[in-house]
């Protein structure tokens, strides 16, 4: 992503807060703007994967797997 990181956001770290609880669960779609999505990839241990649409794929996978780089 080239969109530069934005400040803190907080309704969007509940979103992430509920969606991925328990953690159970380590990939998602979400629909997301290019902004949330650039949010997620600079303040998360998380692969973002655009998939059009607005709509984008947020897996933990990597990081539960092999740790956060």
Do not use: K
Request: contains cysteine; charged residues 20%; glycine residues 8%.
């Amino acid at each position: 992503m080239t969109i530069p990181v934005t400040a803190p956001d907080p309704e969007l770290d509940r979103l992430l807060s509920r969606c991925f609880a328990g953690g159970e669960v380590l990939r998602r779609e979400l629909r997301l703007t290019e902004t949330q999505a650039a949010y997620v990839a600079g303040h998360y241990c998380a692969q973002v994967i655009p998939m059009g649409e607005h709509w984008y794929e947020i897996s933990f996978q990597e990081a539960f797997y092999n740790g956060c780089n």
